[in-house]
């Protein structure tokens, strides 16, 4: 689990709460991955909806395996009709400057913006149409766009359940329950869609923490995706992680030492093909709860 150490002093003002009909399934997730990493309930959930406010630290490991306290603030552009962005635009306001791309109906990177400087200054690119006018390799592009399921609530009550938590901060739960109340849900639902939002990140970040400072990219969400010898070779030193791809496909062209060098894990997608020179053990240790995995 990501610990933003924000340190909730003992002189935070604090409350319990009760959240009813929040998942079940994803709440159990919730307290398994704070008990792995000794946080009582209140400080997971502390974490939790600081993490919601700051959504560029959920995807920190983009860059690099360990996530500092506090990260890099990013400059976020959001909301235009159309944005052309030269290397220029990215590296002028200094080599530390990352940004966030949102909404924006027509995002285009010019031809001079190669794929060194978009990793180092984009963060994130989310509900936005991009084009690229340079050779940005396939699987570079799809480590800076981040995509989300959309959320649906179970309508059985079995698969939900009413909690109770102590030492929330009471401020970070104001600002929640103002959210849902915005958003029309009750602080149930809002709950559970933030989870189903986050838990993805954590389990992502513990496929992360044997690999020390190596740059990661983080392909998620996608229906369908063909991965060639290509498309790993131009990655260089940075590794892979896929994450709840549908149907992520393998050529056969890959090798056994390109996969071992740039895949890091694969995790719950729900179908993975793969060619048979990859061995059967080094399979089951990459893909981890994945539904069905084939080697052809």
Known sequence: M??????FDDSEDKKDITLRGVNKELYERFTTHGKKHGLSTGD????????????????????????????VTPEKIADLEKLIVTK????????????LFKNIKELIFD?????????????????????????IPKLIQLGIIRRRKKYIHPSDKGQLKDITIRNVSSKLY????????????????????????????????????SIGEREVLVVTLEEELFISKQDLEV?????VIFYGIDKLEFAKDVNQELFLKTIIKIIKCNIVILPTNIPRLIVLSRAIGCKETNLT
């Not at 690099?64 to 506090?70: D, E, G, I, K, Q």
């Not at 031809?111 to 050779?135: C, E, F, N, P």
């Open 2 to 7: 990501f610990v933003i150490k924000r340190e």
């Open 174 to 209: 104001s600002n929640f329950v103002s959210k849902a109340k915005t958003e029309g849900k009750t602080t149930g639902e809002y709950f559970s869609q933030i989870l189903a939002n986050v838990l993805p990140a954590f389990e992502i970040s513990e496929s992360l923490s």
């Open 44 to 71: 997971a959930l502390n974490n939790i909806l600081h993490l919601a406010d700051q959504p560029w630290r959920i995807h920190h490991f983009r860059r690099h395996a360990r996530m500092p306290r506090f990260g």
């Open 235 to 239: 990655l260089g030193d940075r590794g």
């Open 88 to 99: 220029k635009d990215l590296t002028a306001a200094g080599e530390k400057t990352i940004y």
């Open 111 to 135: 031809k001079d913006v190669d794929a060194t400087t978009l990793v180092k200054h984009v963060k994130i690119i989310s509900g936005s149409i991009v084009k690229y006018l340079s050779d």
